[in-house]
C-alpha cells in the first residue's frame, strides 16, 4: 500500500505545520528554560514534545479523511492491510518527526547524545511503538464522536510506562555511553511486535460497517 | 436456574461472612511487632480491594474478547459492569493505599513505580468509560469499546511486567520480599486468606448484582422499542 503514502505525502500542509510545531515547542522549551538544561531534563522534554506532535500527526490520519475515500479505501484493501500501511507511514512519518526535534533541540539547547547510531535504534523502535498505538487508537476514535481530546485520554495512560522506560533508557545512555543495549532493543522489539501484530487483529472489528 | 440462585446466594452469604470475621478479627488479633506497627492490619482490606480489582478486570478482558468472537450484546454488558466494579475496588484500594502510605512512608502519595502503575490502570479504565460515552450507536459502542479493552488490557499487562525492572519499589510485593504471603506470621495468614477470598467474592457479588440492573434495563429498553415500533 504504497499509494496511501503517496496520498498522505499530498496533503503538504500537513507536514509543513508538523515542521513548524515542533520548531514551535523547541522554542518554547528554550525560552522558558532559558536554555539551561540539564541532560535528564532534555530528555525529558524531547519525549514528551515527540509524544504532543505524535498525537497531532496521527489524529489527522482517520479523522481527517472523508467518509467517500474510507469506503474507497474499504473496497481496494483489506482492514490489516489498511492499518499496516497507515503504521508504516506513521513511522516514518514520526522518525522524521524525531530527528527534526533531535536537531531543533541540539541546535538551540544541548546535544546529549553521545551514540548517534544507539540513539536512532532506540528513537526508532520508540516510535514504532508510539506509532502503533496511537495509529489503532486513531482509528477508534475516528468511529467514536472523533475529537482529539478522546484521542489523547486513550493514547496518554498507556503510552506513560513506554515513555517513562525510554526516557530513562536515553538518561542512562547518555551518562554511560557504550553499554550493552541489545537487552533493551530486544524488549523494544517484541513489545513492537505485539502491538503492531495487536492492531492487525483488531482493527477490522473496528473498520467494518 | 434455581440452582444458579442458590449459588450465588451462597456466595453473597460467603463474601459478608468472611469479610466479617475479617473486620472483627482483623482488629482484634495481635500483630506481631515491625517497623509498621500496628498500620499493619491494613494488610487484610487493602491488599483484598487489589486482589478484586485485578479479578474485574481479568473478568472485563475475557468478556470483551468474548463480545469480539460471537457479537453478544450480553458479553459487552459484562465486560462493562466488571470494569465498573473492578474501578470501584481499585479507587478503594487506592484510597486504603494511600492511608497506609501516610502513616509508614510520611506522605499519601511516595513517587514509586508500583503506585505510579496503579494509578496508570485506573486511568485506562476511565478512559474506557470515556470512550463508551463517546459513542452514542450501541453495537459500535460495545465493538470499538471492547476493541479497546483488549488492547489496553494486554498492554497494561505488557507493560506491568516491565515497570518493576525500571527501578527499585519500596512498596513490598514482588520483588522485594519483605512481605510475602509466605512471609507473614500465622496469625496473620488466619485472617489474611479469608479476607482476601472474602473481598473477591464481595467484588463478584456486586458485579453480578450489577450485570443483573444492567441486563434488565437493557431488556427493558428493547420491550419499550419494540412497543412504540408496533404503535
Not at chain 1, 38 to 65: H, N, P, R
Not at chain 2, 5 to 34: C, H, Q, W
Not at chain 2, 181 to 210: D, E, K, Q
Request: net charge positive; hydrophobic share 55%; proline share 3%.
Amino acid at each position: 500500500m504504497k499509494k496511501e503514502i503517496a496520498l498522505e505525502l499530498k496533503t503538504r500542509y500537513a507536514i509543513s505545520s508538523l515542521g513548524l510545531f515542533v520548531l514551535a515547542v523547541a522554542f518554547l522549551v528554550y525560552y522558558t528554560t532559558e536554555g539551561v538544561v540539564s541532560q535528564s531534563e532534555w530528555w525529558s522534554y524531547y519525549w514528551i514534545i515527540l509524544v504532543f506532535v505524535s498525537i497531532q500527526a496521527v489524529v489527522k490520519s482517520f479523522l481527517v479523511e472523508h467518509q467517500s475515500r474510507q469506503y474507497y479505501l474499504a473496497q481496494l484493501a483489506s482492514p490489516a492491510q489498511i492499518i499496516l500501511s497507515k503504521t508504516l507511514y506513521h513511522i516514518l512519518l514520526l522518525f522524521l518527526c524525531g530527528l527534526l526535534i533531535w536537531g531543533v533541540m541540539a541546535l538551540f539547547l544541548i546535544n546529549p547524545v553521545k551514540e548517534p547510531l544507539q540513539f536512532l535504534g532506540v528513537l526508532f523502535l520508540g516510535t514504532t511503538g508510539i506509532a502503533g498505538v496511537f495509529t489503532l487508537f486513531s482509528g477508534i476514535a475516528s468511529r467514536a464522536s472523533g475529537n482529539f481530546t478522546i484521542l489523547a485520554v486513550m493514547c496518554f495512560p498507556i503510552m506513560i510506562p513506554f515513555i517513562k522506560l525510554l526516557v530513562s533508557q536515553c538518561k542512562a545512555m547518555s551518562i554511560q555511553p557504550n553499554q550493552n543495549l541489545i537487552v533493551l532493543f530486544l524488549l523494544l522489539a517484541l513489545l513492537d511486535v505485539a502491538v503492531i501484530a495487536m492492531g492487525m487483529i483488531l482493527f477490522p472489528y473496528i473498520w467494518r460497517e | 436456574m434455581m440452582n444458579q440462585n442458590k449459588l450465588s446466594l451462597l456466595r453473597d452469604i460467603l463474601a459478608f461472612t468472611l469479610l466479617f470475621y475479617a473486620v472483627i478479627a482483623g482488629f482484634l488479633i495481635s500483630v506481631p511487632e515491625s517497623f509498621i506497627g500496628e498500620t499493619m492490619r491494613n494488610i487484610f482490606y487493602h491488599v483484598g480491594m487489589w486482589a478484586g480489582m485485578v479479578v474485574m478486570f481479568v473478568i472485563s478482558f475475557v468478556q470483551s474478547l468474548k463480545y469480539l468472537k460471537t457479537n453478544k450484546i450480553e458479553f459487552d454488558l459484562k465486560a462493562r459492569e466488571s470494569a465498573f466494579t473492578g474501578l470501584i475496588f481499585g479507587f478503594l484500594g487506592i484510597f486504603t493505599g494511600m492511608i497506609w502510605a501516610h502513616y509508614t512512608w510520611g506522605q499519601f502519595w511516595v513517587n514509586d513505580t508500583k503506585l505510579n502503575g496503579a494509578a496508570i490502570a485506573l486511568l485506562i479504565y476511565l478512559a474506557y468509560f470515556v470512550l463508551r460515552q463517546s459513542v452514542a450507536e450501541p453495537n459500535l459502542k460495545a465493538r470499538i469499546s471492547s476493541v479497546f479493552n483488549v488492547f489496553a488490557f494486554v498492554l497494561m499487562i505488557a507493560f506491568i511486567i516491565i515497570i518493576p525492572r525500571m527501578g527499585e519499589s519500596i512498596h513490598p510485593g514482588n520483588s522485594s520480599p519483605t512481605i510475602m504471603p509466605s512471609n507473614l506470621s500465622p496469625s496473620i495468614r488466619m485472617v489474611f486468606y479469608p479476607a482476601m477470598l472474602g473481598w473477591i467474592l464481595l467484588s463478584w457479588s456486586i458485579f453480578a448484582l450489577r450485570y443483573r440492573q444492567a441486563k434488565l434495563r437493557h431488556d427493558l429498553e428493547i420491550l419499550k422499542s419494540e412497543i412504540s415500533y408496533d404503535k
